[in-house]
């Protein structure tokens, strides 16, 4: 199997890839895990990556341009464009890292390790421009109900979950059947932390612009990011965001909140 993971800091993959199961799986080629520096896809002499999201708000996104043109290099094909889609190859995935993404599970991993390929995408900053998870990745993926700086560290867990689920990973192969989340229907572990918004009474608010007052005790995942530019392949950014009506604003980011998390996280509805 190939991991491909596309990144700003291809350095971070130095340590845990060298070590244990995953240094074993790479000798015998049993894996084979490419790292892709996203700024070479850049095209300003300062390699930017990033922008300001459209609507207002804190931090930056990442741009959709060098994401799709990296995993293009990669994959070597086209990924599709609002008049010409993609057509997904059913033995490649390509995995957006998020906190914003459905719960990452050992049926996720057991699914995984029947494909061929996985690209790993590794957002960073306040989070990815929303045509990237809804036109480039296959998934959008989360490790846990919690916040992290990037998208490597979950990146690795992938790939250290799936690599032990390859025939020949482990040295007994009844270690994978005989463990945690073994089980036809899993236990579900959850992290903790802030990887949501929450406005209970014990939840600091979100940062102001960024979504208005929810009900009490009620927890969304974020609302989509969109950045430059406006008309990226056809696909365009929502007119609301760039009407300048802050009223507006919010309320398309608080339905459209909802409607990611009806879509990736409805168990979160339910609680």
């Not at 600091?204 to 990226?232: I, K, N, Q, V």
């Amino acid at each position: 199997m190939r991991f491909d993971l596309i990144t700003i800091f291809p350095e971070f993959f130095a340590g845990p890839l060298d070590h244990g199961i995953l240094r074993r799986a790479r000798e015998t080629s049993l894996v084979d895990v490419q790292i892709q520096d996203l700024r070479v896809f850049t095209k300003d002499r300062h390699r930017s990556v990033d922008d300001r999201p459209f609507g207002g708000g804190e931090g930056m996104v990442l741009k959709p341009e060098p994401l799709f043109e990296a995993a293009e290099a990669l994959l070597g094909r086209g990924l599709g464009s609002a008049e010409q889609p993609a057509v997904d190859d059913p033995k490649t995935a390509i995995v957006l890292m998020s906190a914003a993404g459905t719960l990452f599970r050992q049926e996720t991993a057991r699914r995984y390790a029947h494909l061929d390929r996985i690209v790993l995408l590794c957002g960073r900053y306040e989070g990815v421009d929303e045509r990237v998870a809804e036109h480039l990745a296959t998934e959008e993926i989360s490790v846990g109900d919690y916040v992290l700086s990037g998208g490597e560290l979950p990146a690795m867990l992938v790939i250290d979950a799936v690599t032990r689920l390859l025939p020949g990973a482990l040295g007994n192969e009844a270690s994978s059947q005989n463990e945690s989340f073994s089980a036809v229907h899993d236990m579900q572990a959850r992290g903790g932390g802030g990887a949501l918004r929450e406005t209970s009474g014990q939840a600091s608010p979100a940062p102001t612009g960024s979504r208005p007052p929810m009900e009490e005790s009620t927890a969304l995942l974020d609302f989509p990011h969109y950045t430059r530019p406006a008309d990226f392949r056809g696909w365009k950014v929502p007119d609301v965001l760039i009407g300048g009506n802050h009223a507006e604003v919010a309320n398309w980011r608080r339905a459209a909140a909802l409607e990611k998390t009806q879509r990736n996280r409805p168990d979160l509805l339910l609680r």
